[in-house]
């Protein structure tokens, strides 16, 4: 032998570097999931009625058909965005602090609207 011991197990696969295990986000991902967040959460809060309310409306059938189609519209967004937030806390290991997210998204040099 060489007598050089030998190399730790490496963090690599065949396809590249090795995904970190489920829950452990590296900072920067941290960081991300926090902004992404807090601007869902605020488009969510643009909406005058919670998605119950569209639901409601989808189903009534003496509502008029524009109203129906703008709450199923509003349905379709509103699930998106909660559907969004779901898989950001999945992918952080837990729900991410809101008030941090809120914070560091003021502080951002992009402005989000």
Known sequence: GSGAPPAPPSATTPNG???PPPGAVPEADAQIA???TAYL???????????????MVVEDSS???????????????????????KALEAAAGGPVDAAKAEQMLKASPVKFT
């Open 41 to 55: 959460n605020r488009r969510l809060a643009t909406y005058k009625h919670p998605i119950e309310h569209d639901v």
């Open 17 to 19: 570097p090795a995904p």
């Open 34 to 36: 926090s902004l992404l």
């Open 63 to 85: 509502a008029s058909p524009r109203a129906r189609v703008a709450a199923r519209l509003t349905k379709i967004e509103k699930s998106i965005l909660m559907d969004s937030l």
